[in-house]
C-alpha cells in the first residue's frame, strides 16, 4: 500500500494545528523506526519535512 505525505501532511495539521502534527509525526517516525518499518520511516520523514516547510513558510 502505498502512502501520500502530502495528504497524510495536510490532514494531519488539519486535525493537530501544524505544533501537533509535527509532534504526531516525530512519534510516527520512532514507532516505525523500532518496527523496523523502512517504509513507514521514509513516509514519516516526508510528512515531517512538508509540515516543518509549512511551519517556516508561515513564520516568513
Known sequence: M????????????????????????????????RAGDNYSLSVWREVKAIIRKQISDRAA
Do not use: R, V
Request: aromatic residues 6%.
Open 2 to 33: 502505498q502512502y501520500d505525505p502530502k495528504e497524510i501532511a495536510k490532514d494531519m495539521i488539519q486535525e493537530h494545528g501544524f505544533d501537533g502534527a509535527l509532534s504526531a509525526a516525530i512519534e510516527g517516525a520512532m514507532d516505525a523506526q
